[in-house]
Each structure stands twice: as structure tokens, then as C-alpha cells.
């Protein structure tokens, strides 16, 4: 196996990983019946499952091993309401960390159709971050009073992601 598909197939471990994370967060809101937050967390978590699955169908069409690796346990209990979307927050700038050192290596190896694959995750990470730590200010601000929150994802969330239009295809087709 090429060190790039290597890289990509350690990078499907870190996007399952991050979709059970948000599996872990979302259950954690839903059962203080934060319906909103849970809601946004639980899509949160298919879509981190899709790009594992655009990795996947990346390996296909390059005739590269899959190789599904395991993924470290997520975090499932956290102390208020704001640790979950710092903890979000955090995860996605890894994950953008992540994606950089992706395309150095797909650089450094001159694999240029891998590169060029990368370019809309890096596209994604940009909005994921941004978008997250909005979500952040948003709860810090509200933080004793949740409801506020919850009034913020009813009114503001919804409408496509404008990104996910030009999304790679994903293995078995996206969710
Ligand atoms: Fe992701
Ligand atoms: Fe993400």
C-alpha cells in the first residue's frame, strides 16, 4: 500500500472517530431533552460518516486496500453544557490538522489525483470550524439559560450546505 493510502486509510479511522464523538454528544443533549442540540449533533455525526465513506470510495476507484480501522472510544460525559461544543470545537481543528498533513503527504509522494481529491475536505473544514465555533459563542453566551440555544438552532439551522453540492461520491452513496 502506498503512504498515501495509508494516510487515508488512518484518516477514515479519525472520521469515525469523530462521528461516534458526535454520536456521544448528541445522546448526552437528548437525554437533558435539548432536542435542537441533540438533533444538530446527530447530523453532525452522519456527516462525519460520510467522508469516512468518501475516503472509502476514493480507495476503491484508486484499486487501494480498505482497510476500517478501529476508533478510539469517544468522550461521553462532560460537566455543563458548554464542554461538548468546546470539545467539538477542538476535534475539528484536529481534524483540519489532520487534512493539512494529508495534502503535504499527498505532495511530498506527487500523488495529485489524492491531492486534488483532498481539496474539498479542506473547503469542509473551513465551514466546519467556522460554523462550530459560532456554535460555541452561542452557548458560552447562553450558558444559564440553554433554552436560548435551542431557540438559535430552531431558527437559524436548516437549508443545504451549499458545500455538499460538489461533495466527492461516497461509498454506497452518502446519507
Ligand atoms: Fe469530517
Ligand atoms: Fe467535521
Do not use: C
Not at 21 to 47: G, M, N, S
Not at 80 to 101: F, G, M, N
Not at 117 to 136: I, T
Amino acid at each position: 500500500m502506498s503512504r498515501f493510502s495509508d494516510g487515508v486509510n488512518g484518516q477514515i479511522a479519525y472520521e469515525f472517530g469523530a462521528s461516534q464523538q458526535y454520536v456521544a454528544i448528541a445522546a448526552h443533549y437528548d437525554a437533558q431533552t435539548l432536542p435542537r442540540l441533540a438533533a444538530h449533533f446527530y447530523r453532525q455525526a452522519v456527516e462525519e460518516r460520510n467522508h469516512a465513506m468518501m475516503m472509502v470510495q476514493y480507495l476503491l476507484d484508486a484499486d487501494e486496500p480498505v482497510l476500517i480501522p478501529g476508533v478510539e472510544p469517544p468522550r461521553a460525559e462532560f460537566a455543563d453544557v458548554v464542554a461538548p461544543v468546546r470539545l467539538a470545537l477542538e476535534q475539528e481543528k484536529r481534524v483540519t490538522a489532520q487534512i493539512a498533513d494529508l495534502v503535504k503527504l499527498a505532495r511530498e509522494e506527487s500523488e495529485l489525483v489524492g491531492e486534488q481529491f483532498l481539496h474539498w475536505f479542506l473547503q469542509e473544514q473551513r465551514e466546519e470550524v467556522s460554523s462550530m465555533s459560532a456554535l460555541l459563542h452561542v452557548v458560552e453566551r447562553s450558558s444559564d439559560n440553554v433554552m436560548l440555544v435551542e431557540d438559535y438552532l430552531a431558527r437559524e439551522s436548516g437549508g443545504e450546505n451549499p458545500l455538499e453540492v460538489g461533495a466527492p461520491p461516497a461509498a454506497g452513496g452518502a446519507l
